[in-house]
C-alpha cells in the first residue's frame, strides 16, 4: 500500500518561530489532508488539500501532487498550537481509508 | 452543525470480555469510518459504512466489527479482548465518499487489563 513519510519527527520551537512540516507519499492520491491531534486526542481537521495551496490564518498548506509531497507552515507559533501534525492520504482507489504518517510532534515553549 | 461524538469517552475491560462503542456523525453525514491509535502502530483504518453497508475494511482480525443504522450512526464492537486492543478508537465522518474531508471525534480509550 502507500507510504506516508513525515519529517521532522520532532520539533521543539520558541514562541513566535516559525515552522515548516513536511509528508511525502509513494504513490498518487485523490485526497490529502492535514489534522493536528490536541493532547485529548482529538483530530482537528486543518487543511482538505490533493493540491495547490491554502491558508488559514497563521497556517498554509502547499501539495505538489506531481511531486509527491505536502508541506504545512505554521507562522508565529503559539503554545496552543502544540500537539502532533498528521498528514494522512487517499490512494487511488481509497480501499484502505485514509493512511496516516507517523506525524510530528510539535512542542512551542513560552 | 454538532460534531462527531462517540460514547463512552473511557472504557476499561478485561481479557476475554467484549465491548462496543458508538459514533454519531455530523448531521447529514452518510459515510462513517473507524480508526484504531496505538502508540507502537500509529493510526490505523478499521473500516468504513455507508448506508447501512461495510464499503471498506483494513487488516483487521474478525474480532473487530462493526454496523451503521438507518440514521447512520455507527457501532464498532471488539470481542474477546486482548491486551493489544488497549488504544484509541476514533470515528470519522464524511458526506458521502470517503475521500471527502474527514471530520473526527473526540475518541474513545479503551484499557484491556
Known amino acids: 500500500g502507500i507510504q506516508v513519510e513525515q519529517s521532522p519527527p520532532d520539533l521543539i520551537l520558541q514562541e513566535g518561530a516559525n515552522s515548516t512540516l513536511r509528508c511525502n507519499f509513494s504513490?498518487?492520491?485523490?485526497?490529502l489532508q492535514w489534522f493536528h491531534q490536541n493532547p485529548w486526542g482529538q483530530l482537528i481537521n486543518l487543511f482538505y488539500?490533493?493540491?495547490g495551496t491554502k491558508q488559514n490564518g497563521r497556517l498554509s498548506a502547499t501539495t505538489v501532487a506531481t511531486e509527491r509531497y505536502s508541506l504545512l507552515y505554521i507562522s508565529s507559533s503559539q503554545t496552543t498550537d502544540s500537539g502532533v501534525y498528521f498528514c494522512?492520504?487517499?490512494?487511488?482507489?481509497?480501499?484502505?481509508?485514509?493512511?496516516f504518517g507517523k506525524g510530528t510532534h510539535l512542542i512551542i515553549q513560552p | 452543525k454538532a460534531g462527531v461524538t462517540q460514547t463512552p469517552r473511557y472504557l476499561i475491560k478485561t481479557r476475554g470480555q467484549q465491548v462496543t462503542l458508538s459514533c454519531s456523525p455530523i448531521?447529514?453525514?452518510?459515510?462513517v469510518s473507524w480508526y484504531q491509535q496505538t502508540p507502537g502502530q500509529g493510526l490505523q483504518f478499521l473500516f468504513e459504512?455507508?448506508?447501512?453497508?461495510?464499503?471498506n475494511k483494513g487488516n483487521f482480525p474478525g474480532r473487530f466489527s462493526g454496523r451503521q443504522f438507518s440514521n447512520s450512526r455507527s457501532e464498532m464492537n471488539v470481542s474477546t479482548l486482548e491486551l493489544g486492543d488497549s488504544a484509541l478508537y476514533l470515528c470519522?465522518?464524511?458526506?458521502?465518499?470517503?475521500?471527502?474531508?474527514?471530520?473526527f471525534g473526540p475518541g474513545t480509550r479503551l484499557t484491556v487489563l
Open positions: 470519522a465522518s464524511s458526506l458521502l465518499l470517503s475521500t471527502d474531508t474527514q471530520y
Open positions: 504513490d498518487s492520491v485523490n485526497n
Open positions: 488539500i490533493p493540491s
Open positions: 494522512a492520504v487517499f490512494s487511488g482507489g481509497g480501499a484502505d481509508g485514509l493512511t
Open positions: 448531521s447529514g453525514h452518510r459515510s
Open positions: 459504512y455507508f448506508s447501512e453497508t461495510q464499503r
